[in-house]
Structure formats: structure tokens, C-alpha cells
T-cell receptor, first 114, second 112 residues
Framework: DTAVSQTPKYLVTQMGNDKSIKCEQN?????MYWYKQDSKKFLKIMFS???????INETVPNRFSPKSPDKAHLNLHINSLELGDSAVYFC?????????????FGPGTRLLVL | DQQVKQNSPSLSVQEGRISILNCDYT??????FLWYKKYPAEGPTFLIS?????DKNEDGRFTVFLNKSAKHLSLHIVPSQPGDSAVYFC???????????FGTGTRLKVLA
């Protein structure tokens, strides 16, 4: 039974399009995250939500907008996709937002912008 | 500015021997450190952690050492097994920031 799931697993799209990546966790966790792993393999946090409230918003373009309909879901919507958005996007969750808790990661969504 | 660095992108070790993966950090505010393991096409999974009040934490074949004065931590795997072949990320947190700073990863290959 998958703990943190992401859809789609692969996403190939044209520049300028708008796309969404969905994330769901069935662990009952209160906090969810989005990370981006770029071509240099850096894994960097983008956003974090705790009980549907935004608690971390790193310096990412405002073309990226997270949406949390409930605490089990954190979706990532990207407008006007650019070539540089090509990366692997990981969703994660943790029990609390204290920072020391283990994070549970989804399998990643591989986005390729052509 | 990469605050957490893993300077060895890859490491090969013979099965049964010790694997030592290194991680350096620059921010003295970091007070909690974790190691994650990642297989291809999967997300990272938690392996072991250490608080800055300790210098060693052990869990089975895995031991993490922390040298605060050198701002250095290492993960020892002994004995190494082929199933340990993966990418290992270290991560650091300063309390209350809610976010991990990850290193760039070291790809470990354990040779049978």
C-alpha cells in the first residue's frame, strides 16, 4: 500500500503549457512538501504545507502554485512551462512540522519540457 | 551556495568491506542530520539520523558519526552488501526551520 503517491510518474510537455502534478499521502501526516531535483542532482525544497497552511515558500517563480485541498493532498500546478522546469519533482510528508521528523517521499514525477 | 556537500559523487566497495560516505556542511546552526537512501526511479527513504548533541548513532550495519568542530559527518556501512547499492543523500536541519538542506548525493556501488 503506497504511503506517498504522485501522478503522473512521467510528464512530457511543450513550453508554454500549464500542467499539474498530484500528490497524496495515506500516512495521516500533517505536513507535506514539494522538492525539485535538477540536472545537477540538487534536491531543493520548494514548498511545505502544514494542515493546509503554507509554512515554507522558497524562492521559486510564481508560475509554480501549490494547492492543498486537504491535509492528505498537496498538488503542484505549473503555468507557462519553461525548459528549465525540466527536473524530477518529489512530494514528501512528515508527521509534524518541527523539522526533525523523518520525511517520507513519493516516487517522483519526471517532467520534461520540450 | 551549497551548505551541505558530498564531495564524492561515487564510491565502489567490495561486498563485505566497509563503505564510508562523507558529508560536509558550512552552517553551524545545523543541529540535526539525516541520511537518506535512494534507489533508481524511487524517492529517498530515511536511513539513520543524529542529533548535534551526539557524536555517534548506530543502527545495525549503519553508523553515523558527527564531528561538529570539523562540520563533518560520515555514514559507515559494515559489512557492505550488494543491496546497499544506491545513492545516499545527507541532509541537515536547523531547528524550527522546517526544511532539510540536502547534499548532492553519493552513488555507492557494492561489488559482489
Amino acid at each position: 500500500d503506497t504511503a506517498v503517491s504522485q501522478t503522473p510518474k512521467y510528464l512530457v510537455t511543450q513550453m508554454g503549457n500549464d500542467k499539474s502534478i498530484k500528490c497524496e499521502q495515506n500516512l495521516g501526516h500533517d505536513t507535506m512538501y514539494w522538492y525539485k531535483q535538477d540536472s545537477k542532482k540538487f534536491l531543493k525544497i520548494m514548498f511545505s504545507y502544514n494542515n493546509k497552511e503554507l509554512i515554507i515558500n522558497e524562492t521559486v517563480p510564481n508560475r509554480f502554485s501549490p494547492k492543498s485541498p486537504d491535509k492528505a493532498h498537496l498538488n503542484l500546478h505549473i503555468n507557462s512551462l519553461e525548459l528549465g522546469d525540466s527536473a524530477v519533482y518529489f512530494c514528501a510528508s512528515s508527521q509534524e512540522r518541527g523539522g526533525r521528523e523523518t520525511q517520507y517521499f513519493g516516487p517522483g514525477t519526471r517532467l520534461l519540457v520540450l | 551556495d551549497q551548505q551541505v556537500k558530498q564531495n564524492s559523487p561515487s564510491l565502489s566497495v567490495q561486498e563485505g568491506r566497509i563503505s564510508i560516505l562523507n558529508c560536509d556542511y558550512t552552517n553551524s546552526m545545523f543541529d540535526y542530520f539525516l541520511w537518506y537512501k535512494k534507489y533508481p526511479a524511487e524517492g529517498p527513504t530515511f536511513l539513520i539520523s543524529i542529533s548535534s548533541i551526539k557524536d555517534k548513532n548506530e543502527d545495525g550495519r549503519f553508523t553515523v558519526f558527527l564531528n561538529k568542530s570539523a562540520k563533518h559527518l560520515s555514514l559507515h556501512i559494515v559489512p557492505s552488501q550488494p543491496g546497499d547499492s544506491a545513492v545516499y543523500f545527507c541532509a541537515a536541519i536547523s531547528s524550527g526551520t522546517y526544511k532539510y538542506i540536502f547534499g548532492t548525493g553519493t552513488r555507492l556501488k557494492v561489488l559482489a
